[in-house]
Structures are given as C-alpha cells and as structure tokens.
C-alpha cells in the first residue's frame, strides 16, 4: 500500500488473491523462495503514452495511454485494451494482474498484460474513432509482437477498433502476423470469438449447477451491462431455457418479468452494435420497465451474471440477491464484486464464480486464434465451441481440485487463484530471478 497509494483497484485485487495464496504457501513454503510473492505483484513493464489527434472539427485532442505488460512466465503478454474515460494506470494494472492468473488457468501459453486509454468512443464519429486508434498505434506498435505482446478488444473497444489499430500495426511493422486477437473474420479472426466470454461465462456456472444437481432450465437470470459479453451471455442463458430478466447500461436498468425473448435479445443487439443507441432509448420505443439509475441486483432471481464493470456489485447488492434466493453467482466481467460482496456471497454458501476463472473463455478463445492464425487455417463454429466448452469444464475442475472445502463444497475464489498461481509460480521458479 506505502508502493501505490493512489490505486484503490490494484490493490483490491492484490488483497483477495493474497487471501487465498497465503495460507498455500506457508503449506507449500518452495513458493516463497526468490522473493516470488514480490515478484508476482510487480509488472514486468509499463508504458504511458501521449495520443495527440484531431477531431471532425480539426481540433487537436490528446489522450493519455498504457500497456501493463504484468507477467511472461508462461507465454507472451496478453490481454485487451480498454477505452474509457475511467481508464487510469491502477485499473489496467489490476487487470493485467488478474490477466495473469487468468490466462494460466486457461491452460494455454500466454502471459498477462492489459491497456487501455481514457479516450470515450461514445458519441465520436467512426472517422475519429480510426484517427484515435490510428494514433495510439504510433507508439504502442513497437512494444508488441505475435510472440511479445498480442492485445485484443475490452470495454469499448470491439471489432471496429481492433480493426483499425490491427491495420495501422500492419502498415507500421511492415509484418501481417498476429498481434491482435478480436479480429473480423475476413482478416484471420476466429469463429466464436464475440460469444466467447458470454458462452464460457454461462458454461462455468452450469458446471456449478451441475454439481449440485441442477440445471439453467426455468431458472430467472439478471445480466448486468448490454455490451459483447453481456448479449452473449444472454444468448446462451436462453439457450438452454432459463428466463433472463434483466440487461443494464451505466445510465440503468432494463426489467422485463417475463424474460428476454430471442427476437426481443436480437432487436437489442442490433440496437447497440449497429445503432449504438443507449437502452433507455429502446425501452421507450417498446414500451419496456427501464429503471433510471437503478442497478440489475435487486430482481429476484436464482442466478446473477454481473457483465458490466469492476465494482459493480457491493455488499448492500449481495445481501439484497442472497436474501431473494439466488443460487449461483458467476462474473463475465472483472471484478465486478467488491471485496465486501464476495464475504457475503462466501458467507451464504451461495454459489459464486470470480471472473478470472469463468470469463476466461474469451482470452481462451483468443488464444485458439492465434493458433489458428499460426497454422494459417480456421476452425468452424462448431469446433472452436467444442474447445471452448472443454477449456471451461476444465478451469472448473481445477478450481474444484485447489478449493474443495473439507466439507465438500467448493470455494471458487481459492481454487482460482491457487490454480492459477501454481502454474505461474512453477515457470517463474523454473526460469531463475529475471
Ligand atoms: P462493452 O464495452 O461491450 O460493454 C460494457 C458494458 O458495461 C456496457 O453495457 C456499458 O454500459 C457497461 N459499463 C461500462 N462501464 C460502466 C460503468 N462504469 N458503470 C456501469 N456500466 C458500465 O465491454 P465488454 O462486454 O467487452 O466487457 C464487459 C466486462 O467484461 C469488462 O469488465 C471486461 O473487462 C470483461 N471482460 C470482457 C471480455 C471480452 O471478451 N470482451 C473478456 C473477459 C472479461 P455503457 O454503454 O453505459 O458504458
């Protein structure tokens, strides 16, 4: 805390998987040999930079921007770039750092990193938008690299952006291999890779369920957020016949008892990804319960997906859905509990998927792109689902084997971050003190 006193979010983050970490290793004291700990909290490198741009009405703008290379232990950094004007240096390191622990629990190679900028693509023109990712790339391009660092899409920044900084790293490096993952399929994106997070999210908590013998079938679901993983996960909720309730935006909330049926899920996608209108907007237009300012969490229900932002479920939240019954809580965003909220959840026996296990299934699914793209050949649709299926029945069971409780049940949290901490610690212990 003395080291960064100005990043509330690096530290949160820091907090809970030292929670978990702390009692492995004085069982496993090898892990605190080569002052590991100390190592594993401090990114190997950060970039800040200038983006200076100009604007339709030929205004110059200048943004601040970062690249949180955090760990290369087991792969190349990897990890999205996030746009957002409450983007600042402590929220991309938590990112990358729970990249890290991520990205190893996915089984696959690949190291953590996240960046971003506080530039708000809301209300920007599609001309600025590309002079601003067109910008960026000017001085992020030299610092990646398909085996040294591969960014992909966040909050803010889907396949347009990825779009326009993938071509501008083209055009710099003089080199069409992959540095981005996100892609649009007519340049070397993977089948999948827009459901990926939503469907893997939904995938892990019917692992959940499955253990204690049930099903999503009838069951009433609240998504928060209206964004890439929010709809997908939605998608996938349907499909297997439960009843979503809710989406949201950051100016509230969408209610519909009844449930979100596919046609009326389709009209809301079109609205935001063609559109780009906000959900206020859509609920006026057809006549829907939008309630301004209010959050998704107290909606009855038997399982809750927050899909938004960090921070966006507190205690108050917790004990509200715990006190309506829900079941099973599972994150397709980061960090979207607070510290407080997960106690409560823990507490409750409720239940409860932290992000890094069950929203990896979209860096998993970047990372069968950039195989794929290494192979130079594409998979269908059906076979990077499989494989996605696989890899989150498989995090699943690694959480399981490092946090089953003495009394059979299974503390997600610990087995995550255990998980993910062993293979990581294993390679940095393997490679000597770099
Ligand atoms: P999008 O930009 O597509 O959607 C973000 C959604 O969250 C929007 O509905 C947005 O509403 C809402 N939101 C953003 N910031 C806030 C805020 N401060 N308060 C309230 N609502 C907010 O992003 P994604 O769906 O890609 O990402 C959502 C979350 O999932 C993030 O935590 C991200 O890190 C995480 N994630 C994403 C992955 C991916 O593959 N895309 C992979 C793993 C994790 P509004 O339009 O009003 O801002």
Redesign the pocket.
């Known amino acids: 805390e003395a080291r960064d006193p100005h990043q509330p979010e690096f530290l949160q983050a820091v907090k809970e998987v030292m929670t978990s970490l702390w009692p492995f290793v004085q069982q496993h004291p090898r892990y605190a040999d080569q002052a590991l700990l100390e190592r594993l909290v401090e990114p190997e490198r950060v970039i800040q930079f200038r983006v200076s741009w100009v604007d339709d009405s030929g205004q110059v703008r200048v943004n601040r921007a970062w690249r949180v290379q955090h760990s290369s232990a087991i792969g190349p950094f990897k990890g999205?770039m996030?746009f957002?004007p409450?983007v600042n240096l402590s929220i991309l390191k938590f990112?990358a750092f729970e990249q890290t622990f991520k990205n190893a629990l996915t089984t696959l190679p690949m190291g953590g990193g996240k960046g971003g900028s506080d530039f708000d693509p809301?209300g920007k023109s599609d001309g600025e938008v590309m002079r601003f990712c067109q910008a960026l790339m000017l001085e992020l391009y030299r610092h990646l690299g398909s085996d040294t660092d591969v960014p992909?899409?966040?909050?803010?920044v889907?396949a347009r952006e990825v779009g326009f900084m993938a071509g501008m790293m083209k055009k710099l490096s003089n080199d069409a291999s992959c540095v981005f993952t996100g892609k649009g399929m007519s340049y070397g994106g993977s089948l999948m890779r827009p459901e990926?997070?939503g469907y893997g999210t939904v995938y892990f908590a019917q692992e959940m369920l499955h253990r204690q013998g049930r099903d999503f079938e009838g069951l009433r679901v609240s998504i928060s957020?209206?964004?890439?993983?929010?709809q997908y996960a939605a998608e996938k909720a349907l499909d297997l016949g439960a009843r979503v309730v809710t989406l949201?935006?950051?100016?509230g909330t969408l209610v519909v008892p009844g449930g979100i049926g596919e046609d009326l899920l389709k009209q809301i996608m079109e609205w935001k990804n063609v559109q780009r209108g906000?959900l206020a907007a859509f609920a006026d237009k057809h006549g829907l319960q939008f309630e301004a300012g209010r959050r998704p969490w107290h909606v009855p229900v038997d399982v809750a997906l927050p899909?938004?932002?960090?921070n966006?479920l507190d205690g108050e939240d917790a004990r509200t859905l715990v006190k309506n019954g829900v079941v099973c809580v599972a994150e397709?965003?980061?960090m979207?509990s607070t510290l407080e909220a997960v106690d409560v959840f823990l507490e409750a026996g409720t239940l409860y998927a932290p992000?890094k296990a069950s929203?990896a299934g979209?860096?998993a699914t970047s990372g069968l792109e950039m195989t794929q793209n290494a192979m130079r050949l594409s998979w269908t649709h059906a076979e990077v689902d499989e494989r996605l299926h696989a890899i989150m029945k498989d995090i699943h069971s690694h959480c399981v084997r490092y946090g089953t409780r003495p009394d059979g049940t299974v503390n997600y949290v610990d087995g995550a971050n255990i998980a993910g901490f062993v293979k990581v610690a294993d390679a940095m212990l393997s490679q000597g003190v770099i």
């Open positions: 999205g996030r957002h409450t990112l809301k992909a899409g966040d909050i803010g889907g990926a997070t957020g209206s964004g890439n993983v929010a949201s935006d950051s100016d906000r899909c938004a932002t960090q966006e397709g965003a980061n979207p992000g929203n979209g860096v």
